[in-house]
């Protein structure tokens, strides 16, 4: 019975996909790339705030060491790359949508995409988590005349733990969905493509 259940659903799967049309593979794809280019601007917003409350920080609070300052330009730095970066994908992204009529160009302009947001998510990812474990190690140094010793050690403990749970747990589950949704859009131009050249025959 369970495999007679499975076959029949299998079936169904197949015969909604046989009256799939050009226009709602169209309508997916352009849905699938709103919601990415929606988390984007998510992205860009959230970071544009964090760097906006580090130099309120910077200008109002007097901070007496100079690895502090050091410390606030380069987080600084680190959150205006990541927004510009972030800013440039966006744009990149949401320009794309000349190119739906072309799935063939659509699909190799995605792949490369892809290949650059992997790149983004783990090199450069890997260099913007460094320098920010720098500007917080050159902080600790100012934190040090102010908490006791086992404040900082428990200010560090979880400072460490925090980079640990971002750099392999979240930042992998993020890398993981973002290539996934990245793939989906590109399985579905393969579709698409499929279509206009039935369409064209």
Known sequence: MKDFNELKQIWHVQKENEEVSYDAILNTVKQTKNKYTGKLLIHVISIAIIAAITLYIFITIPFYTWTTQ??????????????????????????????????????????????????????????????????????????????????????????????????????????????????SLINKLETLKDQFTDSNH
């Open 70 to 183: 050091l410390s606030m330009l380069i987080v600084m730095l680190c959150l205006t790359y990541y927004m510009f970066t972030q800013i440039k994908d966006y744009r990149t992204i949401h320009k794309s949508e000349k190119l739906l009529y072309k799935p063939e160009e659509f699909i190799a302009y995605l792949t490369a995409y892809k290949q650059h947001r992997y790149k983004f998510n783990t090199r450069n990812y890997t260099i913007y988590t460094i320098c920010l474990s720098i500007a917080f190690a050159l902080y600790l140094v100012e934190m040090s005349f102010y908490v006791t010793p086992l404040l900082l050690a428990l200010f560090i403990a979880a400072t460490i733990a925090w980079f640990l749970i971002c750099y392999f747990i979240l930042m992998k589950t993020y890398i993981k969905t973002e290539s996934e949704k990245l793939e």
